[in-house]
């Protein structure tokens, strides 16, 4: 390679790097998306000619060849943990002690005393801590936190994090900064929308990312990452956390904007109830807030426990973890086959819940959590955002239980299982209990076919007990089946007769749905809909023509056409025409004429929280008639968010964004008319 060559490529990375900057870190994107794309092709064709790739160059982030381990990595410095307060009691303990320390070192020492506390509150975020290393201004090693001397290389996998820079101004030595790889709620939310297998929560998706031994699959989950120290410099010092966090920005370090510093306690104490308030508006999780002192000196002269440093302490929000004992896990088998491991525990009370059973993902779930020798030992459970109860791990490591494995056979239907990636399933479709009652069930639910009355309990009790192995078969059903049903007097089975009967003429959107066609949900049926405005075009289009579609890639294309050349899945949906399930065509001269000259006419919105006697559906009819496109999250393309009542991280990421809200319904209806 010629020093021109290497001028023009060091030329152009610093050109994408400082625009990538603009765009992941600042949110102040200077070129449009056609614009970068053409500079990053640049840089390849210069690759491609050289034959070389810098070590800083962006191409290196789109993820390498699998790895085969995780290369053990020591910290040049130690990552302490944190003590913790769980209390504004454990709070004021630890103000005391660290006032009281303080003066003890100012008695000893009136020439230089140290100046009164002032207390740097930052948020605690919620995912994986990582370590970077910069030498001569070069990311050369990042790893996890481990047990704070040694973690694991993860190098490969944070390149693929596009906030964090491969190279930083900062060249005069080696310097290692701490974060928080994290996944936002929004691009959570938007991976499991086209998501083989939707990710349960934010913390898993980010961690399990990070430690995936193929960096495309962090690639894949677009992490993000906020930083809040430098934990080893052999040259630069600070005088103050303000300092610290300034120089973290100079580098193009994402710093969360939250940091507030106080004089005193009862200020402190003040903006955490607040805080707790206002920790759904996040777009990440965050469990508490962490309070330190901000004087860099101080620091030194308090130092560390065996444990922690004292001039530091976590503040967790009302406990959302808590310690009970593991006493068995079964497989259950859902709609589509695949069984989920469910975890039975002693109950024990969890931010006002009493919890008996947690979710665990997969078998390899299990191992990472180092549960596989783990029936009957103690385990950490915590509410995932608040409502999904998980095992995060064994309070002991080294503490062994009663052996959990996979089964080789269904448990329902006694199959053999299959594995499909990192989970079981059952590949009797159409003979395995669970999954039939789960298919009957989908289809009669609020948002498919909307069957009044119909339940899941009732799905398991026609099963049982009229034979209804198909979804059509419902409509076979009669008054004399339905009486001589437990439960069952002559109104409920009139009402439940009524409601299959208003059912046949369901959308064809609702219709599609219903039909549990895999990898699809609500916003593709509807794009399918939309498009083909009949059932019969919908069965007829092939994989290549699906893909032309909005927001419709090759996995969800070849779901389609293989779940309409199944034969028994057209023989059902047969069946279901001749029983006289027929949504309608959509005709062209049915769909209202839209005033191009109105407010929502080519707007991008999104839809959050209750809206006061509007439903959510209702709301989105009424835009899209009015020209709209309704999408699910928040993205820098979004014109307008409609928030309701308990509006959360999206009306959060919609403010960071300065998008414009409403959050009204007289205004909302002012707009459309």
Same mark, same amino acid.
């Given at each position: ?27 102040? +994107? ?6 970068? #794309? ?19 160059? +962006? ?5 390498? *060849?699998?790895? %085969? ?13 944190? #003590? ?7 709070? !004021? ?15 000893? &020492?009136?020439?230089? +005393?140290?100046? +009164? ?83 349960? &929560? ?38 103050? !956390?303000?300092? =610290? ?17 106080? #004089? &005193? ?7 955490? #109830?607040?805080? $707790? ?60 086959? %695949? ?16 919890? !008996? &059973? ?8 299990? *191992? ?49 299982? *299959? ?29 498919? =076919? ?40 002559? %109104? ?21 749905? $219903? ?59 047969? %069946? ?17 004429? @839209? ?59 919609? !403010? ?16 459309? @008319?």
């Amino acid at each position: 390679m010629t020093a021109e060559q290497l001028a023009r490529m060091e030329q152009v990375i610093e050109e994408i790097n400082k625009h990538a900057h603009m765009y992941y870190t600042l949110d102040e +994107p200077a070129l449009t998306d056609a614009e970068y #794309d053409a500079l990053y092709d640049l840089l390849v064709r210069l690759e491609e000619e050289t034959g070389e790739v810098l070590p800083h160059s +962006p191409t290196r982030r789109v993820g390498g *060849e699998i790895l %085969k381990g995780f290369t053990p990595h020591r910290h040049k410095s130690r990552l302490w943990s944190l #003590d913790k307060a769980q209390s504004k009691g454990d709070l !004021q303990a630890w103000h005391t002690r660290l006032v009281k320390l303080i003066e003890q070192y100012n008695t000893v &020492n009136p020439d230089n +005393p140290l100046p +009164p506390p002032v207390f740097g509150m930052e948020l605690k975020f919620d995912g994986l801590t990582l370590n970077l290393t910069y030498e001569n201004g070069n990311l050369v090693q990042a790893a996890t936190r481990g047990n704070g001397l040694v973690g694991e290389g993860i190098l490969a996998q944070v390149r693929t994090i596009r906030s964090i820079p491969l190279r930083i101004p900062y060249t005069e030595g080696t310097i290692e900064v701490q974060g928080e790889g994290v996944m936002f709620l929004s691009v959570l939310e938007q991976y499991n929308k086209t998501a083989l297998e939707p990710l349960k &929560n934010a913390r898993n998706a980010a961690a399990g990312a990070l430690r995936n031994l193929n960096p495309k699959t962090t690639a894949e989950r677009r992490l993000d990452a906020f930083f809040y120290n430098v934990g080893y410099s052999d040259g630069v010092r600070f005088e103050s !956390q303000q300092e =610290m966090l300034d120089f973290l920005r100079a580098n193009h370090l994402k710093v969360n904007d939250f940091t507030r510093y106080y #004089d &005193n306690m009862e200020q402190v104490a003040e903006e955490l #109830d607040q805080m $707790a308030e206002r920790r759904g508006g996040f777009d990440f999780l965050i469990d508490g807030t962490v309070i330190k002192v901000a004087d860099m000196r101080t620091r030194e002269v308090l130092g560390y426990t065996d444990k922690f440093p004292r001039w530091a302490i976590a503040y967790k929000f009302e406990a959302e973890e808590a310690v009970t004992t593991l006493l068995s896990v079964s497989w259950e088998v859902g709609r589509t086959g %695949k069984l989920t491991p469910v975890s039975k525990v002693e109950p024990v009370e969890l931010a006002g819940v009493t919890v !008996q &059973n947690c979710t665990l993902n997969n078998l390899g779930d299990i *191992e990472r959590k180092g549960l596989l020798r783990g029936l009957g030992t103690l385990v950490y459970i915590r509410r995932s955002n608040d409502v999904i109860p998980e095992i995060l791990g064994k309070v002991t490591e080294d503490e062994e239980g009663g052996e959990i494995s996979a089964p080789d056979c269904c448990p329902a239907c006694g199959t053999s299982l *299959e594995w499909r990636g990192a989970h079981l399933f059952c590949p009797n479709r159409y003979g395995c209990r669970p999954q039939l009652i789960g298919r009957i069930s989908h289809f009669g639910s609020r948002d498919a =076919m909307d069957i009044e009355t119909f339940s899941e309990k009732t799905a398991e009790q026609l099963y049982d007990e009229r034979d209804v192995r198909d979804p059509a078969d419902l409509y076979e059903l009669t008054m004399e089946q339905l009486v001589g049903l437990e439960r069952f007097g002559e %109104k409920k089975a009139r009402n439940l007769l009524d409601a299959l009967e208003k059912s046949k003429d369901r959308d064809l959107a609702s219709f599609l749905f $219903a039909l549990g066609i895999p990898n699809t949900g609500k916003t593709t049926t509807k794009v399918l809909a939309d498009h083909y405005r009949n059932l019969e075009a919908v069965m007829a289009a092939g994989a290549e023509e699906l893909q032309q579609l909005p927001d419709i890639g090759g996995i969800v294309a070849s779901s389609i056409v293989d779940f309409f050349a199944d034969p028994v899945m057209r023989a059902s949906v047969d %069946k279901l025409t001749r029983l006289g399930v027929t949504p309608p065509p959509l005709l062209e001269e049915e769909a209202p004429a @839209v005033n191009e000259q109105g407010f929502f006419f080519g707007k991008t919105v999104v839809l959050t929280g209750t809206l006061p006697g509007l439903s959510r559906d209702e709301a989105a009819k009424l835009l899209e008639a009015a020209g709209a496109k309704v999408t699910g999250s928040v993205s820098k393309k979004t014109d307008v968010v409609i928030a309701g009542e308990s509006a959360g991280s999206k009306l959060a990421k919609a !403010q960071e964004l300065g998008i414009r809200i409403i959050d009204n319904v007289e205004e909302l209806n002012n707009l459309l @008319v």
